[in-house]
Structure formats: structure tokens, C-alpha cells
């Protein structure tokens, strides 16, 4: 038919890919010689939680330098941890949300509610207090279930959908408590289960609450969770790139509705510690846990984009923001300082995520 | 030319579009260890043809079978499940896992025993290495980390650890949609020889692609796709890549024994 050379000889390279290196492999995976900063960002870009321990390392060395004896007391450690513990859950459930490319405004708003569901049940209703806490994790699932929902079915951004369900859930919440406190010796007589997580074992001179270690107990089981399950796998592929994670044959809506409803029960878990952290229960408690999750969650390394991150890092984002704070305040420094360190914090992390993100191209 | 031991054929596969006919009556054969190259001008329906037989739409008439037994997708997961892997042009890898997490995204392996039944842990150790298999079967195993994320990865590796997934899991057939469009001439060469190192394993190719060259040096037949329809299929060693556009476009009408 032709005598075109491509049609006679139909196998092997074209003429003008012969010039190319022969005998290698097809798409080898060769080792690049790479600069000292280099070396350091992929470092770092693999262990992404390298970046707040060292943060955290050097804030503790800093801060027993200037304050001394005080701060390196075991009570005021374990103080530490005891101020950043509702911070600490509130973050898993932030981390999880963050980590799908979403963000949950309304995880404060969850927490006082629940608190408050729970409360009013086993005081004022008289309902077991096991019932009555059961009863608010649900409500904090349900809660978790209506952003998810909006964010799957409706296609509504997760930031929209959930600077909606805050101001609901709150203005539920003032509803429901009639903005009304439940004084603290009203819960220590009707219902002492509900001041589970205040209590305290004394180790060393630190004062551990369980509330403490209930949080470190949350962020090892979520570690395991993300890293060694298939479905926190999925929770970074899906933040990562929906898309491809779709293609690959994950249920991308699923993920995401679970990962919500699973960070409403987080929270509503931790309106249950936040009784036991303040004694009461009050529907104006916890407002600022809010953006401190969101603070330790950023600071902690995972990247709001999605797809990237960890729990050790929140955990590790909200330590360094309670290290700052207590050193601080034990420096006899001004409060209005604590405040201008964490923005800084801030910037300075999301610097580095997005350093890290430029990485290796 | 029936379709008596074909791995995957259609039968006058229709779709309409209100009132566009995307698919008009479609035939698509493919035989087992053959790499069947897929050609034809665009809007001509080729990925209407692909996306019906990889579970992306549904026709509204015609029949496919795989393995000779019919069949009816529903979506893209039925037809992976069935044992039709697909290599999408954008490759659907996720940048920031590993490529051990993307070879097995969507199909982990979970630990025998309790840990893996009541915690659901995953069995990182054998997931590691059957990825690593995986990749050296089609000598790609020169990766010194199998945990390094995709992103760090240069275009062709990419195309490479897609390929290597679709070729471990794909128990029928492979589609690749445009696998060297994005790369560059080297990296070109190498995919089209892991394409040629797949069909070596005994499986199947189906490739889409606008390359001509590429199209004419690992296809073993070419299926030209022309206004919705099988219009002919050729073979790379009877007819010029000049003839086959000339098909392809319908300035030339194809040789009357097709292929």
C-alpha cells in the first residue's frame, strides 16, 4: 500500500528517539543529588511533625530559661496540659475536617450545645446521667450529620455551611439552656458522672486530670485511625484531590459525611470534659475554643488546603500555644503579648506549609 | 469478524445527547494479548465508546461483553471490579500519599487476624511489598523509596505507578486514555515501552491516543472511530499513518477487508 518506512517497520523507536540514552529503564526512579536546604525541605516534607516538635523543644528550653524553677515544676506541666486539653479534642475533630480540605466553624458551637443537652437532662430533667450523656453525643453527631450532609448533598463549601450551623447551633443552645448556668453544686449532687474528666491523679507533684489523659488517649486512637486504617487513608485522598480519589473508586461523599459526624461526636466528647474541666455547665463556656482548635491545628502542620497533616501535630500545635501562654504569663509579661506571639505562630506556620508544599517539583 | 473469543466487544452501542447522536450504532472487538490502538477525530465519539465501556455512562442500546459473557455497568467502580483497569489522562493518583497508599487507594489490604478484623488495621508490610512486585515486573523497581508521596515524582514516573496499578489489579483488560499526551520525548519512550511490557504480561491494551507515531508503533491493530461508529480497523503494517488520518477523516475510504 505504502512504502513509508513507519509502516514498514512498525516496532522499535521512532528515528528521531534513537539520539535518546539506550539501555535504561523505563521511568527510573533515580536519587537526585540535592543542596543542603533541599535536603532539609524534603526532610521535613516527610515528617511533617518535625517542624512544631522542634518548635515545642525550643519554646521549653526558652521558657525554663527565662521563668526557671516555676515552669519547670511537674504541677505546672501538667497545668499546661490540663489548659490546652479541651483545645487538644476539640482539635482531633478540627484535624479530621481540615485534613478533607473542609474546615468546621462550628465545632465550639457543637461542644456548648451538648453541654448543655447533657446537663439540663441529668439535673434539671433527672435522666441517669449515662443516658443524658449518651443523649448529647448524639446530639453532637447529629450536628456533625447536618454539615455533612449540606457539604455533600448541596455542594455548599464546608467554611459557608458551617459559619451557618454556628450561629444555629449556638442560638439553639441559648435556647435550649434559656441562657441559663447549671451552678456546679447542682451537677455534684444529681449527677457526679458528668465531672468524670475534672478528676485528677496526683503523679510526681503533676496533677493529671483523666480529662488529660483522655485527650492523649483520643489522639493516639486517631493517630491509628489516619495512618493504619483504609478509611483514614481515604480521608487524605479525598482532601487531597477529590477527583482522583473518586476515580480510584472511593466514596468521596461518604468520607466526607462521616468524617463530620465523627467530629461531632469528638465534640460533643469533649462538652462532657469541658463540664468536668470548669465544674459547671454554662452556654456562654468555651467560645474561644473555636479558633484556638483551628490555631493548634494550623500551627501543628497540617495544611488547610488538605490532604496533609497530623493528629501528633495538633496535639503538638496546642502544647506550644499552652507553653507560650503559661511562659508567658509566668514571665509577668502583658496578656496582650500572648495574643501577638500565637498570630505569629500562625503566619509562621502556614509559611512553612506553603514552603514545603512547593517542594520537589 | 464476530466477536466469538474477544475479551471485551460491543455491539451497536447507541447514546444520544438530546439531539446528538454521540454513539450511532458502535462495534468495538478486542482480542486477548493484543494492544488495540483507538483513533478518531475529536467530537468522532471515541471517549463516548471508552466512557461505555469502562462504566462512565450508560448506552442507551447495544450490548458488551467481557469475556463472553454480557454485561452493564453502572459505574466506572463496576467496571474496575469486573477486571477493566483504566488509566485516566489526569492518572487519578493522590499527590500527597505515598505510592504504596496509591497503588492500593480504594483496595486496601487490611492484617489477618483480630488487629485487622475489630481495629480494621491495614497490612502496611504486604501492601509494600506487592507494590514493590508489581512495579519490577514492569522494570520500574529501580524506586529506592516506595513510601516517597507522587508528588515528588516526575511525569513519566507518575504515568508509570498508574500503569503499574491498573497492571497488577486488571485481571481483563487495560484502557489508557491518552498515556503520553502530557510527557515529554524521553519520558514518551519509556510509558510506550511499559505499554509493550504490559502486553507481555498476556494483558490486553486498549490505547487512546491522538499520537500517530506512538499509535503506529505498539499497536497491534488500529480501530478508527469516525461520526459515532466503527468505521474501519487497520493494521499498522498494511496501511500508512497518512492513510489512516486520510480514514480517520473520511478523505479516504477504508480498504474494504478491514482487519
Known sequence: ?????????????????KRLPQGEAPAQFVPEATSGLKRVQHLLHAHPTAIPGIVLLVSLVFFSFVVGERFLHPFNFSLIVQQVMIIGIVGVAQTLVILTAGIDLSVGAIMVLSSMVMGRLAVEAGLPAPLAIG????????????????????????????????????????????????????????????LFFGQAVEVAGARLTYGSVFMLGLVALFWFVLNHTAWGRHVHAVGDDTDSARLAGINTDRILITVYIVAGIICALAAWALIGRIGS??????????????????????????????????????????????????????????????????????????WLRRTAR | MSGDNTVLSARALVKRYGRV???????????????????????????????????????????????????????????REAGIET???????????????????GRELRQEGALGRVFRKLDHSR????????????????????????????GGQRQGVAIARAAAFGRHVVIMDEPTAALGVKESRRVLDLILEVRQSGLPVVLISHNMPHVFEVADRIHIHRLGRRHAVVKPSDVSMADAVAIMTGAMAPPAQAA
Open chain 2, 127 to 154: 501492601m509494600q511489598q506487592e507494590a514493590r512486585t508489581a512495579l519490577s515486573r514492569l522494570g520500574l523497581m529501580t524506586i529506592q523509596n516506595i513510601n516517597q508521596p507522587v508528588e515528588t515524582l516526575s
Open chain 1, 1 to 17: 500500500m505504502s512504502t513509508e518506512p513507519d509502516s514498514a517497520a512498525p516496532r522499535g523507536p521512532q528515528e528521531f528517539e
Open chain 2, 21 to 79: 447522536t454521540a454513539l450511532d450504532h458502535a462495534d468495538f472487538d478486542l482480542y486477548p494479548g493484543e494492544i488495540l490502538a483507538v483513533i478518531g477525530d475529536n467530537g468522532a465519539g471515541k471517549s463516548s465508546l471508552i466512557k461505555a465501556l469502562t462504566g462512565a455512562i450508560t448506552p442507551d442500546s447495544g450490548t458488551i461483553t467481557l469475556d463472553g459473557a454480557p454485561v452493564a455497568f453502572r459505574s466506572p467502580i463496576e467496571a
Open chain 2, 87 to 105: 488509566v485516566y489522562q489526569n492518572l487519578a493518583l493522590s499527590p500527597a500519599l505515598s505510592i504504596v497508599d496509591n497503588m492500593f487507594l
Open chain 1, 135 to 194: 443523649v448529647g453525643i448524639g446530639v453532637g453527631a447529629l450536628c456533625g450529620g447536618l454539615n455533612g450532609l449540606l457539604v455533600t448533598r448541596f455542594r455548599l463549601p464546608p467554611f459557608i455551611v458551617t459559619l451557618g450551623t454556628w450561629n444555629i447551633f449556638f442560638a439553639l443552645n441559648l435556647w435550649y439552656s434559656a441562657s441559663e448556668t447549671i451552678r456546679a453544686q447542682d451537677i455534684e449532687t444529681n449527677a457526679p458522672l458528668l
Open chain 1, 281 to 354: 455547665a454554662s452556654p456562654q463556656a468555651g467560645q474561644t475554643a473555636n479558633l484556638d482548635a483551628i490555631t493548634a491545628v494550623v500551627i501543628g502542620g497540617t495544611s488547610l488546603f488538605g490532604g496533609r497533616g497530623s493528629i501528633v501535630g495538633t496535639l503538638l500545635g496546642a502544647l506550644i500555644v499552652g507553653v507560650f501562654r503559661n511562659g508567658l504569663a509566668l514571665s509577668g509579661v502583658n496578656v496582650l503579648w500572648q495574643e501577638f506571639a500565637v498570630g505569629v505562630l500562625i503566619i509562621v506556620a502556614v509559611a512553612i506549609d506553603q
